[in-house]
């Protein structure tokens, strides 16, 4: 059982940063993807950023060159970088990771909220 831990999220101004850290505990023989997801009261829950084994990334449009993901791979663990942060950006954000054996899990989340 992989359980993805967050950690980061908080208040902020219009066009300040956060950065958002998720890391991978439980047995863990391989992780496929990890990434990032986000849901904002009244709407679906969207992909932001993912990040794959060989390093290939993938951005929602929404955040693209404002929002940076990294991964580190000897401690499991995931990064969300964000900067110029918009009101639009608040949510409550989700790691996501996705391991070798195509099984998925889902952190508990951390709340993100953009004051403007």
């Known amino acids: 059982q992989v359980q993805p831990v967050e950690s980061g999220g908080g208040l902020v101004q219009a066009g300040g940063s956060l950065r958002l850290s998720c890391a991978a505990t439980g047995s863990i023989f391989s992780i496929k993807t990890m990434g990032w997801y986000r849901q904002a009261p009244g709407k679906r829950r969207e992909l932001v950023a993912e990040i794959r084994g060989g390093g290939n990334t993938n951005y929602a449009d929404s955040v693209k060159g404002r929002f940076t993901i990294s991964g580190d791979n000897a401690k499991n663990t995931v990064y969300l970088q964000m900067n110029s942060l918009k009101a639009e950006d608040t949510a409550v954000y989700y790691c996501?990771?996705?391991?070798?054996?195509?099984?998925?899990?889902w952190g508990q989340g951390t709340q993100v909220t953009v004051s403007s």
């Open positions: 996501w990771i996705i391991t070798a054996d195509n099984f998925g899990y």
